[in-house]
């Protein structure tokens, strides 16, 4: 069993070649608006920037993709490309009540709906990364205390949770998702206790009522008051994230001490695994419903990392050691699975979409899956460092 981990080792070389060599250079040398500021949605398959509306999502995860490079010691301008990020993305996006508008139009007009919750949590997520462990950005903090304090004091859900979805009648778990990863992020480096208490109360609204009491399953989509939406909707279960819960619950749970929200994790990564994934394309699927069939067979990059990452951080922490081998084996197998839809003609590039018969959707590579890979090989990258 020691050739599953030589086989991740290897797998992990090849990604993190592909990271350092690759993509983070394409990124920032075509994918940053070197012009106007801020960073182009995509990139064509000749390898050219794609003008487009630019959501603040993507300039938000494209500074926390550049502020990790720096973290993982990459040799290119990680700070100069972050410091664009942010420069530009302060300086358009934050409205005057200290939230951020959902997107630019290409004429750099502000969007004019309401900011979405996913939008806010992951432009706390850029200013938590971009600040660091070491604090290198102390400028940050009262931008990321106000729209805290806006979110806590304005956006509250009357049964838990947060309000502002793209449909304010359909409730979604993922912002909180998302919300939960940033509070984590916030707390390890700020002595602000709310980051804490956010943290602790998006766990327990997981736990309450995104997960199905029954069979444990993580849904997306609710009413105002956490129960399933109506009719398909409320029956929608993605395989990605089961995985993306399950990592951020295990890390929640290995700071509080809670050995039953670990079990909880390992219950949402076992419903991802065991039915999430087709066998026959070595993918995981988008979506399927709550009986476990296959919703939609198309396979999304950001779900391959998601796989990858949960099954090393459920691996790290795991003392059977029959058990560990067998995460770090389904790692290798998402790893496997992440390097398919980096195989492009312009090195540092990926596709997005693998339809159900094994075809790729012809489209740019959308900026957006960025996050989730550096993320995944930023825990590999641990992994490897602690296994040595």
């Known amino acids: 069993m020691k050739n599953v981990e030589g086989d991740l080792g290897l797998l992990r070389e090849r990604l993190l070649q592909w990271l350092m060599n690759d993509a983070l250079p394409i990124w920032w040398n075509v994918g940053a608006d070197k012009t106007g500021g801020g960073f182009h949605e995509a990139i064509d398959h000749a390898g050219r920037p794609v003008i487009a509306d630019r959501r603040a999502r993507v300039q938000a995860r494209q500074i926390f993709t550049y502020a990790v490079a720096r973290d993982m010691g990459w040799n290119g301008p990680a700070e100069e490309a972050m410091t664009h990020g942010l420069d530009y993305f302060l300086g358009r996006y934050r409205r005057p009540d200290g939230l951020f508008c959902n997107s630019l139009t290409v004429d750099g007009k502000q969007a004019e709906a309401a900011p979405y919750l996913y939008e806010q949590a992951f432009a706390l997520l850029a200013m938590a990364t971009a600040h660091g462990p070491e604090k290198r950005m102390p400028e940050l903090v009262p931008v990321a205390e106000q729209l805290l304090g806006k979110l806590l004091s304005e956006r509250r859900g009357r049964a838990g949770g947060f309000t502002g979805f793209v449909d304010d009648a359909v409730y979604q778990s993922d912002p909180h998702m998302h919300l939960f990863e940033t509070a984590l992020a916030w707390e390890e480096i700020s002595s602000d206790p709310r980051w804490s208490r956010l943290a602790d109360e998006l766990a327990e609204l997981c736990l309450a009522r995104f997960i199905t009491k029954d069979r444990g399953i993580l849904l997306e989509y609710f009413d105002s008051s956490w129960a399933p939406a109506a009719g398909d909707m409320g029956r929608l279960v993605w395989p990605g994230h089961q995985f993306e819960w399950a990592g951020l619950l295990e890390r929640w749970a290995l700071a509080r001490g809670r050995e039953d929200v670990r079990k909880v994790a390992r219950c949402l990564y076992r419903i991802g695994a065991d039915h999430g994934i087709d ?93 989730h890979i550096i993320d995944s090989l930023r825990v590999l990258a641990a992994w490897q460092a602690q296994a040595a």
């Open 279 to 371: 066998a026959k394309r070595g993918v995981a699927v988008f979506e399927l419903t709550d009986e476990m069939a296959v919703n939609d067979p198309k396979a999304r990059l950001w779900a391959q990392a998601e796989w990858l990452k949960a099954a090393i951080i459920l691996a790290r922490s795991e003392t059977d050691e029959a058990t560990r081998l067998a995460y770090l084996a389904d790692a290798a197998a998402g790893a496997r699975s992440l390097q398919r839809f980096l195989e492009m003609p312009v090195a540092g590039l990926w596709r997005d979409k693998l339809t159900g018969e094994g075809e790729w959707i012809d489209e740019p590579a959308p900026a957006s899956s960025f996050y």
